[in-house]
């Protein structure tokens, strides 16, 4: 049964892309099939995270208004060969996407897929509602920070109202991802804990992702982290996260603070 | 234990407790909110029209601010009316 999983979080640069990108690679490698699409129009990004940006022709406006065929614009990892990529537009304008054409793209999908993971873009406007309309479950990607804390507490309340599940009754089954956690800042009260976040919203966590250099380099090489550097504190984090989405139960681990001696000696340093 | 410890000895640089705390406020101010109509600008749609009745105005002249202060809050219209206008509003 193909489920369909929305990354949101309202703010801006707060690690959608990254997360989408890592734990679509996750589930791939557990032998899931996985689609990861791209639902930031103009401003697509989920290629380059994954590195197919010089293999897109055809991208999800193209399916919408009929130009190509769902088969002609996936795009297959060059790793895995049950990730597959479907890309946004870099030049239509975002209200090409329509309500009918996402639905009818999403239930083609579903036919193919196990999961159908929707990289939603920043914002509550159309890109952001339609990312989440047939979502099944989703992933609330915030930052240990208060206007990440607030955009994540909009979005629960549209993922509550604006979906096609809510208005049927039912409800999307969220979760809470913490990225760029930094366990020593929280520790010395200068960064909002992980039990103050799940405490303000109330929602389950899904894993908690330190903030670390592997992700940018993941990035920078077009690969996600979890496949890039498997063996890293956030690789580990993606794919632990990846297993609960699968309903096995794992330890959550919070990453550890590397404190060096003189950090102890002398207190804090100058953040 | 030794976060609490560090947390008593620094309590200068410990800013995460205000931030819950303003966010707890805030979010459970905007909760209460949702799903209705947004006051402000359903003020600031009836004010232009009932003003609009008697003057010609620019819709984007009429600006309607809150402020809420812990026991009373504040409403402010502010219309910026054209010169003349008693004159519009008197041939109208």
């Given amino acids: ?13 707060v690690g959608k892309t990254t997360s989408t990108a890592a ?7 557990s032998g899931e099939k996985v689609v990861v699409v791209d639902f930031d129009v103009g401003l697509r990004n989920l290629d380059l995270v994954m590195g197919a940006e010089r293999r897109v022709v055809f991208d999800l406006i193209n399916v919408v208004q009929g130009v190509a065929k769902l088969s002609q614009a996936l795009i297959r990892d060059k790793r895995l060969e049950n990730l597959w990529l479907l890309p946004a537009s870099q030049t239509r304008d975002k209200d090409a996407l ?18 159908i993971i929707c990289d939603s873009p920043a914002g509550i406007e159309r890109g952001a509602t339609l990312a989440m309309r047939y979502a099944d479950e989703a992933v609330i990607v915030t930052n240990p920070e208060v206007s990440s804390v607030r955009d994540s ?23 809470v991802l913490i990225t760029r956690y930094d366990t020593a800042r929280a520790a010395r009260g200068e960064m909002l804990t992980i039990e103050d976040i799940l405490e303000i919203l109330a929602t389950p966590l899904l894993g908690i992702i330190p903030e670390s250099q592997d992700v940018l380099r993941a990035s920078n090489v077009g690969s996600p982290v979890t496949l890039n550097n498997a063996a890293s504190t956030p690789a580990r984090a993606y794919t632990d996260a990846a297993r609960r989405l699968m309903g096995e139960t794992v330890a959550m681990l919070v990453p550890t603070a590397r404190k060096g001696l003189m ?9 | 234990m030794t976060a609490s410890l560090l947390r008593f000895f620094r309590g200068r640089t410990a800013s995460a407790p205000v931030a819950r705390e303003r966010l707890q406020i805030l979010l459970a101010h905007e909760r209460s909110l949702r ?19 008697h003057v010609v105005l620019d819709p984007d002249k ?20 054209p010169n003349g206008f008693e004159r519009i509003a008197a041939a109208g």
Avoid: N
Avoid at chain 1, 23 to 29: H, I, N, P
Avoid at chain 1, 98 to 115: N, Y
Avoid at chain 1, 153 to 175: F, P, W, Y
């Fill in chain 1, 23 to 29: 734990l679509g690679a996750a589930l791939a490698q």
């Fill in chain 2, 62 to 81: 009429v600006i309607v601010k809150m402020e809420r202060g812990e026991s009373v809050s504040t409403l402010e219209v502010d219309i910026e009316l």
């Fill in chain 1, 98 to 115: 329509t309500d009918e054409g996402v639905g009818s793209i999403i239930a083609e999908l579903r036919t193919k897929f196990d999961w």
């Fill in chain 1, 263 to 271: 950090d102890r000696l002398l207190g804090r340093r100058a953040a």
């Fill in chain 1, 153 to 175: 507490d909009r979005i629960i309340g549209m993922l509550d109202s604006k979906t096609v599940k809510a208005e049927k009754g039912e409800q999307v089954k969220k979760h």
């Fill in chain 1, 1 to 13: 049964m193909a489920k369909v999983l929305v990354v949101t979080s309202g703010k801006g640069g």
């Fill in chain 2, 35 to 53: 799903g209705r109509p947004d006051l402000l600008e359903l003020l600031r749609e009836e004010i232009l029209a009932v003003v609009s009745r």
